[in-house]
C-alpha cells in the first residue's frame, strides 16, 4: 500500500462571508473574498507497540484513494451546528470537495472534528460531554474478518481527530486534522527464502528475477481451526506481509497454518488503539546461497535442497533438477537463416528495413558473425519450423521451471495480451562508431502455437464502447501521474519518477496498440458507419501522442519513432474527415505541439481557429466532477467519467493560455494582453498591463492541473512544480523506460536520465 502522511487540498468555493449577507462595496467585506478554507489532514499512523530506541517510527498509513469520504462536525458551546451536522467532503484523487461553508461571526469559536470512513447515520455516536467527541463511535465500530481487499481494508481502518479550532489570519483561514487510528493491528511475517544460485566455483548465476520460496497453502483463523473461524487478511506484497485490523479490547488468538505448519499468535493484552503488534514467524525472510546441481531435490514449497544430503525429506518433493545451464529454448539451434538490411527511412522520416546486406547462417555453434560497414542494421531470423514468437509472444527465455519467458513488450511488469505482436518484428543493432561491437541473443522453438485471431466486434456500437472504456482508463490514470508530478499527490517525491514514467509509458501504448488494432479491423470495412469511427479513434490516439510529447519529447507507433512533422501531418488530415468540437479539438491538439516545439506562429493560428469559431466561453466557476461536458461551452474535449468525476482533458482556457504566450513570444503584445485579461476577468480579477503579462500567464496555467496536460508547461516556462526533488531542467520531461529503448533503438533517452 503507498502511504503519504499529508494531504493539503484548497476546498473550492469557500467563500469567506455569506451569512451575513452579501455586500455591494467589495471593500467592506471583511477578508478577502477570493480565499478559501485551507484544509490539511495528517495521518498519524500506526505506530509500534514495542519499545523503540529510534527517535522516528513512521508506522503504516492509510492512502485516501479517489471516492473516499470524511465526516466534519463543527460544535459551539454544548451543541452541533445543523449547518455542518455530519457534512461529507470526497476526495477525487487530488482535492476533497463538499457542501460549501459560507463564513461570518458564528463560525467564531467553533470546535471541528473529522474522521473517516464517512458514515451516512451518525445519531448517537457523538459525546458532547465526554473528552473523546467520537468514543461511542470507536466503541460500536464493526470489523469484519475479510480485510484482503485494499479498498476493504481501508474503510475499515476507522480514524477521528481531536478538537480542532478555525485558525485565521490576514484574512486566510484554514482547519488542521490529526487523524488518529481507532483499531489496532496485527503484522505477520510469515517465512521465505530467497535462493542465491550458484555454479562450483561459488560463482553467482545471473538471474533476471529472483527466486523466492514462499510459503503455500496460507490461511489464517480466529481461536480455533473450523469452518466460520476463518479470516482473509490483507497481503502487502511489496512487503510481503499480512496485515489485520483488531478491536484494541480484542483477545482473539490468531492461529495461521502455512506449508502444512501451524503458528499460534497470541493477541491477549497486546493490541493497544493506534498501535502494531508484529508477529515474525520461523525467522521470516532470509536469504540462503545454493550450488544448484543436477540431482538436487524440489519441494511444494519451492524450497531447494541438495542432492547431497543423506536422508533428505520425502515428503512434498515434487522434483529433481535434471538441467542446469543455459535457460534458453535453441541458443544452439544451427543452420538458422539471419537476412540483414540496413537501416533506411521513407519520405516521412520512418525508420525502415532498407537494401539488403545479405543472409548469413549459424556456425556449429549456433552462432554468427555478421560482417558489414554500416552504423546501423536490421535483421530476422529464419529457420524452417521455428520461431521467435510463441502464441504470437516474443521470445525471450525459458525459466527454472522449464516455461516460456516472454519479453515484456509494453514494459508494464506483466505478461498480458497487450504484449503480442501480430506483425514482423525486426531486431536492430546500432553503433557509436565503426568500432563497436554488439552482441544480441535470439530465442527459437518448434512449439509454436496457433496466432491468436482478433475477435470482430459486431457492430460499429460495441467498437464504440470498447474503446471509450480503454480511454477512459488512461485519461484517469493520466490525471493521477499528472498530480502526482505536479502536486506530490500519493506522497510522489522524484526520487519515484522512473517507476511513474514506466507504468505511464506502458498504459499508453497499451491505448496505442489496442487503438491500432481497432483501426487496422475498421479498415477492412467500406461502410460510412465504420470509417467514421475509425477517424474518431485516429483523433483520439493523436491527443495520446499529443500528451506523451508533452511528457516524454518523443512517440512511437508500431515499433518507429514519429517525428513531430508526420504527427502534424496526420492530424491535419485527419481534420478533414471529424466535425464538430472533434475537428476544434484537434486544432487545440496542433497548438499544443506547436508551442512546444516553440512554433509559436503555429500555434498562434491553430488557438486562433478556435478562439474565431465562437463556438466556446469560459466557465471558470464550472465543476467538472459534476457537470457533464455537453453542458458546458468551456470543454472542448473531454466527457470521460471515471472514479465519480468527468475528465476533460482538452478546456478553452487552455486555448487563450496558448494564444496568449504565442502572441507574446511573438511579439504581437496587444493581442497577447487581450486574452490574458479575458482569463482574468472571468475570474473575478483585474486587468494587468503589458509589464506582467508573462507572469498572469504562468499562473493562470495552473488552472490547468486537473485535465492531464499541465506537465509540459514546466519546461515552456521554466517553472518548478511542488513535489519534492523536482529538478530543473531534468524534470521537464520524463525519463523514456529502459525496455522502450531496447526495443526501439531510434529512441533517445531524455538529459539528465
Not at 481461536?223 to 483488531?246: F, H, Q
Request: net charge negative; hydrophobic share 35%; proline share 4%.
Amino acid at each position: 500500500m503507498k502511504q503519504y502522511k499529508l494531504i493539503q487540498v484548497a476546498l473550492l468555493a469557500i467563500l469567506l462571508f455569506g451569512w451575513a449577507g452579501c455586500s455591494q462595496n467589495e471593500e467592506e467585506v471583511p477578508g478577502n473574498v477570493r480565499n478559501g478554507i485551507v484544509l490539511n489532514v495528517t495521518d498519524t499512523g500506526i505506530i509500534s507497540n514495542e519499545p523503540s530506541t529510534r527517535t522516528e517510527d513512521t508506522g503504516f498509513v492509510t492512502t485516501f484513494t479517489q471516492g473516499d469520504q470524511i465526516g466534519l462536525f463543527a460544535v459551539k458551546g454544548d451543541a452541533i451546528l445543523d449547518e455542518i451536522n455530519n457534512m461529507p467532503f470526497t476526495f477525487n484523487g487530488s482535492s476533497w470537495s463538499g457542501k460549501p461553508i459560507l463564513y461570518d461571526d458564528r463560525l467564531a469559536g467553533v470546535t471541528f472534528y473529522a474522521y473517516y470512513p464517512y458514515q451516512p447515520e451518525m445519531t448517537g455516536k457523538t459525546d458532547l460531554i465526554g473528552d473523546d467527541f467520537f468514543a461511542p463511535l470507536a466503541a460500536g465500530w464493526e470489523l469484519t474478518t475479510e480485510q484482503s481487499d485494499q479498498k476493504a481494508y481501508a474503510k475499515q481502518d476507522l480514524m477521528t481527530s481531536n478538537a480542532t479550532a478555525l485558525i485565521g489570519e490576514n484574512g486566510n483561514y484554514s482547519l488542521s486534522f490529526q487523524l488518529t487510528h481507532r483499531m489496532s493491528l496485527v503484522v505477520v511475517k510469515l517465512p521465505s527464502t530467497r535462493y542465491i544460485f550458484t555454479d562450483a566455483e561459488g560463482v553467482a548465476i545471473p538471474e533476471e528475477t529472483p527466486y523466492v520460496a514462499m510459503p503455500v497453502d496460507v490461511a489464517f483463523y480466529l481461536d480455533n481451526v473450523e469452518e466460520g473461524t476463518k479470516i482473509s487478511p490483507y497481503y502487502d506484497a511489496k512487503k510481503d506481509e499480512y496485515r489485520l485490523l483488531r478491536k484494541p479490547s480484542s483477545e482473539n488468538q490468531i492461529i495461521g497454518h502455512y506449508n502444512d505448519k501451524q503458528c499460534t499468535l497470541d493477541t491477549a493484552e497486546k493490541m493497544k488503539e493506534g498501535k502494531y503488534k508484529r508477529f515474525v514467524v520461523d525467522g521470516g525472510y532470509k536469504e540462503v546461497t545454493h550450488h544448484l546441481q543436477v540431482g538436487d531435490y524440489y519441494y511444494a514449497d519451492g524450497s531447494v535442497v541438495s542432492g547431497n544430503e543423506a536422508e533428505p525429506a520425502k515428503d512434498n518433493c515434487i522434483g529433481i533438477v535434471c538441467w542446469v545451464g543455459n535457460p534458453m529454448p535453441s541458443v544452439l539451434y544451427k543452420d538458422v537463416a539471419v537476412v540483414v538490411n540496413k537501416v533506411g527511412k521513407d519520405s516521412l522520416g520512418i525508420y525502415t528495413k532498407g537494401d539488403s546486406l545479405g543472409v548469413w547462417k549459424t556456425d556449429e555453434q549456433g552462432q554468427v558473425v555478421i560482417k558489414h560497414t554500416e552504423n546501423q542494421i536490421v535483421f530476422n531470423v529464419y529457420k524452417a519450423d521455428y520461431s521467435d514468437k510463441y502464441d504470437n509472444y516474443l521470445l525471450a527465455g525459458v525459466d527454472n521451471a522449464g516455461k516460456f519467458m516472454y519479453v515484456d513488450l509494453n514494459a508494464d511488469g506483466m505478461h498480458t495480451k497487450e504484449d503480442k505482436v501480430d506483425f514482423e518484428l525486426p531486431y536492430y543493432v546500432g553503433y557509436v562508431d565503426d568500432v563497436k561491437s554488439s552482441t544480441k541473443t535470439v530465442y527459437m522453438t518448434t512449439d509454436i502455437a496457433e496466432p491468436e485471431v482478433l475477435e470482430e466486434l459486431p457492430d460499429a456500437d460495441s467498437v464504440r464502447v470498447a474503446w471509450k472504456d480503454v480511454l477512459t482508463d488512461y485519461m484517469r490514470y493520466n490525471v493521477e501521474a499528472e498530480s502526482k508530478l505536479v502536486q506530490g499527490y500519493a506522497n510522489f517525491d522524484y526520487s519515484q519518477v522512473g517507476s511513474l514514467s514506466d507504468s505511464l509509458w506502458s498504459k499508453a501504448y497499451n491505448l496505442v496498440n489496442k487503438g491500432n488494432q481497432f483501426v487496422d479491423m475498421l479498415s477492412n470495412s467500406t461502410e460510412e458507419q465504420y470509417f467514421e469511427l475509425k477517424q474518431n479513434i485516429l483523433m483520439d490516439l493523436s491527443l495520446v501522442y499529443t500528451q506523451l510529447y508533452g511528457y516524454y519529447g518523443q512517440m512511437v507507433d508500431r515499433g518507429s519513432v514519429i517525428p513531430e512533422d508526420q504527427l502534424i501531418k496526420q492530424m491535419e488530415s485527419l481534420s478533414m474527415y471529424v466535425n464538430g468540437n472533434r475537428r476544434y479539438a484537434l486544432s487545440v491538439m496542433l497548438a499544443k505541439v506547436h508551442l512546444l516545439r516553440q512554433d509559436w506562429q503555429g500555434a498562434a493560428y491553430s488557438c486562433e481557429e478556435v478562439i474565431a469559431s465562437g463556438v466556446y466561453r469560459l466557465e471558470p466557476q464550472l465543476d467538472h466532477t459534476m457537470v457533464p461536458s455537453s453542458e458546458s461551452k468551456e470543454v472542448i474535449y473531454g466527457d470521460f467519467y471515471a472514479d465519480g468525476k468527468y475528465i476533460h482533458p482538452l478546456l478553452y482556457k487552455e486555448v487563450l493560455i496558448m494564444a496568449a504566450y504565442a502572441n507574446f513570444k511573438m511579439g504581437t503584445i496587444n493581442k497577447a494582453l487581450q486574452f490574458v485579461n479575458e482569463l482574468l476577468a472571468s475570474y473575478g480579477m483585474a486587468h494587468t498591463d503589458v509589464t506582467l503579462i508573462e507572469n498572469k500567464i504562468i499562473d493562470l496555467s495552473s488552472n490547468l492541473h486537473g485535465t492531464g496536460q499541465l506537465y509540459p508547461y514546466a519546461r515552456l516556462f521554466s517553472m518548478k512544480f511542488r513535489a519534492d526533488g523536482f529538478e530543473t531542467p531534468k524534470n521537464w520531461f520524463l525519463p523514456v523506460p529502459e525496455s522502450a529503448l531496447l526495443s526501439c533503438p531510434n529512441l533517445q533517452q531524455n538529459p539528465g536520465y
